[in-house]
């Protein structure tokens, strides 16, 4: 069961609250991690947790333009024409997470 996300950038895959210009537009962050992480369901805020699964289901409109810039740098979320989604990595995450809780209810 997947229980964590890798992603792998060419250069920065970023979580602090610096300013940080990584290829691309200046992005506000909340800690450095390597360019190659993994991050579990238990290491995002609740306010990411919030999105992730508000995305699973569809468009967020109310999503911040910080957050999904965040989900993005994750690889948990991607820019299309219509605006964020979820990307398959983020709905891998939410759904592992949903059903192993409720794995963890039924006992």
């Given at each position: ?21 990584c290829g691309g537009p200046a992005v506000v962050h909340h800690e450095?991690?390597?360019?190659t992480a993994t991050v579990a369901w238990s290491d995002l805020t ?62």
């Open positions: 069961m997947i229980k964590h996300a890798t992603r792998t950038t060419s250069g920065c895959d970023l979580h602090s609250q610096s300013l940080v210009v450095v991690v390597p360019a609740g306010t990411e947790q919030t999105a992730l699964k508000r995305l699973n289901r569809g468009p967020y409109p109310s999503l911040t333009e910080e957050m999904g810039a965040r989900l993005v740098t994750l690889g948990f979320a991607v820019i299309r024409p219509d605006g964020i989604g979820i990307s398959r990595l983020g709905r891998e995450l939410v759904i592992s997470t949903l059903l192993e809780a409720r794995l963890v209810g039924d006992d």
